[in-house]
């Protein structure tokens, strides 16, 4: 039901912690399999994602859904100034 749809994110399945590997795959054409192959992505069963907060027009609205210590800014390093 589209009222209950409060905003559009996208997420990145987590790859290397899920063990996700690259497989030849059999390509389909107009629906039916061809003799060729291409390289593709078997994902793992572990279902964890990414949500890049610095790269969306609606972070503001992610924040606001998100348990905070999912959206709290970390330090790059513990002493800032001393770094500097």
């Known amino acids: 039901i589209s009222q209950?749809?409060?905003f559009i994110f996208?997420?990145?399945h987590d790859c290397l912690t899920a063990e996700c590997a690259v497989e030849d795959q059999t390509v389909h054409q107009e629906r039916r399999l061809t003799g060729l192959t291409q390289k593709g992505i078997r994902h793992g069963a572990m279902?964890?994602?990414f949500i890049n907060m610095h790269a969306l027009h609606n972070?503001?609205?992610i924040r606001k859904f998100l348990p905070r210590h999912f959206s709290k800014p970390k330090p790059f390093?513990?002493?800032?100034?001393g770094k500097h």
């Not at 390093?77 to 100034?81: F, I, K, P, S, T």
């Open 4 to 6: 209950n749809v409060a």
């Open 47 to 49: 279902q964890r994602y």
């Open 59 to 61: 972070a503001a609205l």
């Open 77 to 81: 390093y513990d002493d800032r100034v």
């Open 10 to 12: 996208n997420a990145q």
